[in-house]
């Protein structure tokens, strides 16, 4: 059931008992459900069945080495999955549990080689989308789940996103509706004396030391420090610039920004407002980039939202999704 062919027909399941049935009936037998998250749609399979895991990369294309996340349904399970549960993730687990936290942990014995990349860390994360939730619960075990994109294109914040992308490559997508975020998870490596912020995310840095009480490191977004943290991701097709508030754009160039003003001096019918608080904007940003993406444009100038804390997971997101 996971190898990939693009002939596959995808199920499109709803919020039903029998649906949700479905949906578990496929990951126990090996395949590959996307479902939504509070954060983006991922793309999961039993993380506990090597095969299905492959199944994961080959809808994808993503390289084998970077790792998975494995998403369980509560804190209970932690110590099914990881060897050693520091006091600080027990902490992290207790204060943002559920919600858009990943935790990087030794890994137990158990956990296949093809969760994790090879790496003797594994990233652990209880969602809080409640349809999720439940499949958790019923499943009993975890699921590996990366975003449900092709390697290196826009995390999906939809079902229709999700078929965009993988439809005919994954058996089944579970309609939840749009995602609460719209941001990937805050990921915290607390396997050192140290607690290192991986990718920035919906919990901020300051949450994250306010729990701890002690400094948390925050390396340079720009480092890879992990396969799959790399320069150029989250891309749309359409190439993408980021601007100051001078530009001049012309014809040809479709424009997103959070200032209605910027906007209302280019033509009306290419251009996307978004939200100017950062939650609301982390909500919205990919799929404004996934629409103006389908409008033909030569390239998309988006004004470069302000340098405020609050919004540095979106300035990561965007140096990546703007990278050439
Ligand atoms: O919000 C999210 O985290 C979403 C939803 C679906 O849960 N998932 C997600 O997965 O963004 P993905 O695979 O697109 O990004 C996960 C990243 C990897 O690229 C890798 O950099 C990091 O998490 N990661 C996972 N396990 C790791 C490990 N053991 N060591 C270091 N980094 C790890
Ligand atoms: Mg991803």
Not at 268 to 295: F, H, I, N
Request: glycine letters at 8%.
């Amino acid at each position: 059931m996971a190898d990939s062919p693009s002939s596959l027909t995808t199920l499109r399941l709803s919020t039903s008992e029998q649906d949700i049935a479905q949906a578990l009936a496929i990951w126990r037998a090996g395949g590959r459900v996307a479902v939504p998250t509070e954060t983006v749609y991922g793309l999961a399979a039993d993380a506990s069945n090597a095969t299905a895991v492959n199944g994961i990369f080959a809808a994808k294309q993503r390289p084998a080495n970077h790792p998975l996340i494995v998403h369980i349904a509560s804190a209970e399970q932690l110590s099914d999955w990881a060897s050693d549960v520091p006091l600080a993730a027990q902490q992290l687990a207790q204060a943002f549990w559920p919600g858009p936290l990943t935790l990087l942990l030794p890994k137990a014995a158990h956990v296949p080689a093809e969760v994790t990349g090879g790496l003797p860390t594994v990233g652990l994360r209880v969602p809080s989308h409640p349809l999720l939730s439940q499949l958790l619960h019923a499943f009993g075990g975890g699921v590996a789940a990366p975003s449900a994109n092709p390697y290196k294109s826009l995390s999906p914040t939809s079902a229709e996103q999700v078929l965009a992308g993988l439809d005919g490559r994954i058996e089944a997508v579970v309609d939840g509706g749009p995602c609460e975020w719209g941001l990937e998870s805050t990921i915290v490596d607390v396997c050192g004396p140290t607690l290192r912020i991986l990718r920035a995310g919906p919990i901020t840095q300051e949450q994250i030391e306010q729990v701890v009480g002690q400094p948390v490191d925050m390396p340079q977004q720009h480092t890879a420090v992990v396969p799959g943290n790399v320069k150029a991701h989250y891309q749309p097709r359409t190439p993408l610039r980021l601007v100051a508030a001078d530009a001049h754009a012309e014809n040809g160039i479709g424009l997103l920004a959070h200032d209605a003003k910027w906007l209302q001096a280019f033509a009306a019918t290419s251009t996307r407002l978004l939200p100017a608080d950062a939650v609301g904007y982390g909500r919205e940003l990919y799929g404004a980039l996934y629409e103006m993406d389908q409008r033909g444009f030569d390239e998309l100038w988006l004004l470069t939202p302000p340098y405020e804390p609050e919004w540095l997971a979106i300035h990561d997101r965007l140096r990546r999704a703007a990278s050439r």
